[in-house]
């Protein structure tokens, strides 16, 4: 493994439930995800994928194995490491967990809440900022609640990113979508994440959107493995 990698992974194993029902869910995970890399990661439903991206959002204790996510190693981390983590991840969930009566703006903005040394004004201008170059200028003050579900899905990425994050985790961000506009998500999200340099692993099992990827991996059981450049299985 080499250290600069954003995130680098070896011998993972993970488990749900306790005794009798406890269950392997992955099983001897490696992986390595370099800078400025753009990264899907598919697989059938229930094979393990979104366990593995909430361990690298620090969201989930490390139980086997070894991960080193920005430079902070995972397998013995304390709460205020996981906590430091997150701040530099921008993480977008399959439900965008948004809040339906803020409005648009107020949906970003609520990522600078637990940061005291940015301004009002500075929070505002940001979440402004961002919601302009995902095309929302004109819903800015509109309740989330009033946007159809491709600019809801604009609102969470630019949330992802007001805060400048280090590495952008997408889970399915485009599921909810129909083909256009999931694919103007994936769009903005690649440009944004590219002008910024910064490395995007995305789950999806969206074969419209693999030409935006440097790397494929697939997740089986538990088990990733890399698809070959040429390969065409999603
Ligand atoms: N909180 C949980 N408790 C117990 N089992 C879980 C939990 N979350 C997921 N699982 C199980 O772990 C397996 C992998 O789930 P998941 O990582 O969500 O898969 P994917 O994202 O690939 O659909 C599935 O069998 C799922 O039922
Ligand atoms: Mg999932």
Do not use: E, K, W
């Given at each position: 493994m080499t250290t600069n990698a954003v995130i680098s992974g070896a011998g993972i194993n993970f488990w749900f439930g306790e005794d009798d029902l406890r269950k392997q869910i992955l099983f001897e995970v490696s992986l390595q995800i370099n800078p400025g890399e753009v990264v899907l990661l598919t697989g059938p439903s229930g094979s393990g994928k979104t366990t593995l991206l909430t361990l690298i959002a620090g969201l989930r204790r490390m139980q086997e194995g070894e991960l080193t996510v920005l430079g902070h190693p995972l397998h013995h981390a304390t709460p205020a490491d996981l906590l430091a983590l997150r701040r530099r991840i921008g993480f977008i969930f399959q439900a965008h967990n948004l809040l339906p009566f803020l409005t648009a703006i107020q949906n970003v903005q609520v990522m600078f809440d637990l940061q005291p040394e940015i301004s009002k004004r500075e929070a505002q201008d940001r979440s402004k900022q961002i919601l302009c170059q995902v095309g929302l200028q004109d819903r800015l003050?509109?309740?989330?609640?009033?946007?159809?579900g491709g600019q809801r899905q604009r609102v969470a990425v630019a949330r992802a990113l007001v805060g400048d994050p280090l590495l952008v985790l997408a889970d399915e961000p485009t599921s909810a979508l129909d083909g256009t506009t999931g694919r103007e998500v994936v769009n903005q999200l690649q440009a944004l994440a590219r002008e910024r340099g910064r490395p995007i692993l995305m789950v999806t099992h969206d074969p419209r959107i693999l030409d935006v990827a440097d790397r494929v991996l697939t997740m089986q059981d538990g088990r990733l493995s890399e698809v070959p450049r040429n390969g065409r299985t999603l």
């Open positions: 003050t509109y309740p989330v609640s009033r946007l159809s």
